[in-house]
């Protein structure tokens, strides 16, 4: 699923979550549909050359349709971006008492970024695009307080932001005369929210704000990893002697290994994506570059392992291929208190060892 996608999913059901594993490029999406919107046209107008793709100068794709959606035909359109985390209030979002920053007493209605959002959407000929990335490091749910049912598409207010008949209301504080006011949300306002659904660390989202939007989930791809370095995912893996390219083919066959037993083990949702390999670039075009890169993305890959199954180290060897007589991990079994524990150890990993590294990690005919 591309921006136009999305930018065609928002304009039907307003509220669009982009779910996925790290590293699936919810960011680099929600980036490229920000563009688009502000824009109103194709990203990339002209073709772009991808060097060892299957089609190396692949189509533009057909976005004759683009140009008719409601939303960009509305002259004035304005992005809002914000991030959600522990210490997000409803006042940032919404209105709410603050104290005065102008050096003077008192205290003043706040305007929250989802206001301003849909004020500027109440404008006429105005569109607004609100932007939220980790919507579930936050609060979420009382950050949008009595708004949540609000953001329906059906419960927004008529097309000329003049209440209809199903436009629902909550109440708010009004920046503008200090007292409470019956609000509702503009059918101009779009907004699109992207989370990680493997982060343990903070709780689920509510299921009865979930389903107030249209969820996207978000899976690996590994085609941008191959167009970047100029593989092919059918190209053999040699014993000894790589070229730069080998070495990150090895990288990215080995990534794609261990998010199948990933999956297996912990889920889908906890797969490390293709921007682990996209979110750097090497140093240069050498063999000694290429092996320096995927080294530094290895500390990254083990590090995600390391995280998903803490504690668990005959989990860990199983997804390193520790049985493997090229693998530089091994188990070890040893008494600790009268109990018999495994623990899982490693020989040297440097420039001269990641690549033999990652071919261990291979399965079949890759390896």
């Given at each position: 699923m591309d921006a136009c996608d999305i930018l065609r999913n928002l304009q039907e059901k307003k509220n669009v979550l982009l779910m996925g594993a790290p590293g699936t490029g919810k960011s680099k999406l929600m980036n490229d549909v920000a563009r688009l919107f502000e824009r109103g046209v194709a990203i990339d107008p002209m073709p772009t050359h991808h060097p060892g793709a299957a089609i190396p100068i692949p189509a533009i794709p057909e976005n004759e349709n683009l140009g008719a959606l409601p939303?960009?035909?509305?002259?004035?359109?304005?992005?809002f971006r914000t991030t959600l985390h522990q210490n997000s209030k409803y006042r940032d979002f919404l209105t709410g008492i603050t104290p005065r920053y102008d050096g003077t007493e008192g205290y003043q209605i706040s305007?929250?970024?989802?206001?301003?959002a849909n004020e500027f959407a109440k404008q006429p000929d105005s569109a607004a695009l609100l932007i939220i990335d980790e919507l579930n490091r936050g609060p979420a749910i009382e950050v949008f307080g009595g708004s949540i049912v609000t953001i329906e598409p059906d419960k927004r207010l008529g097309d000329d932001n003049t209440p209809a008949e199903?436009?629902?209301?909550?109440?708010?504080?009004?920046p503008e005369t200090d007292g409470y006011i019956e609000y509702a949300f503009?059918?101009?306002?779009?907004?699109?929210?992207?989370?990680?659904?493997?982060?343990?660390?903070?709780?689920p989202l509510d299921v009865a704000f979930m389903r107030r939007w249209m969820s996207v989930k978000l899976a690996p791809d590994?085609?941008?990893?191959?167009?970047?370095?100029?593989?092919?995912?059918?190209?053999?893996?040699?014993?000894?002697?790589?070229?730069?390219?080998?070495?990150?083919?090895?990288?990215?066959?080995?990534l794609e290994?261990?998010?199948?037993?990933?999956?297996?083990?912990?889920?889908?949702?906890?797969?490390?994506?293709?921007?682990?390999?996209?979110?750097?670039?090497?140093?240069?075009?050498?063999?000694?570059?290429a092996l320096d890169f995927v080294l530094d993305v290895w500390s990254m890959i083990y590090a995600h392992i390391e995280e998903l199954f803490f504690g668990e180290p005959v989990a860990m060897a199983y997804i390193?291929?520790?049985?493997?007589?090229?693998?530089?991990?091994?188990?070890?079994?040893?008494?600790?208190?009268?109990?018999?524990?495994?623990?899982?150890?490693?020989?040297?990993?440097n420039r001269s060892t990641v690549?033999?590294?990652?071919?261990?990690?291979?399965?079949?005919?890759d390896a």
């Open positions: 939303m960009l035909q509305r002259p004035r359109r304005k992005v305007e929250g970024i989802l206001y301003r199903n436009t629902q209301f909550f109440e708010i504080l009004s503009s059918p101009h306002l779009y907004i699109l929210a992207a989370m990680n659904q493997a982060d343990v660390s903070v709780a590994y085609a941008p990893a191959y167009a970047r370095f100029g593989g092919r995912p059918d190209d053999v893996i040699p014993n000894e002697n790589p070229s730069a390219r080998d070495v990150y083919n090895a990288a990215i066959k080995a290994a261990i998010n199948k037993k990933i999956v297996i083990g912990r889920g889908p949702e906890y797969q490390l994506g293709q921007g682990i390999l996209l979110s750097i670039l090497p140093r240069g075009s050498g063999i000694d570059d390193l291929n520790s049985e493997r007589e090229d693998s530089p991990y091994f188990l070890n079994e040893v008494y600790f208190a009268g109990e018999t524990k495994f623990v899982l150890s490693h020989t040297a990993i690549y033999g590294l990652y071919r261990s990690l291979l399965e079949g005919d």
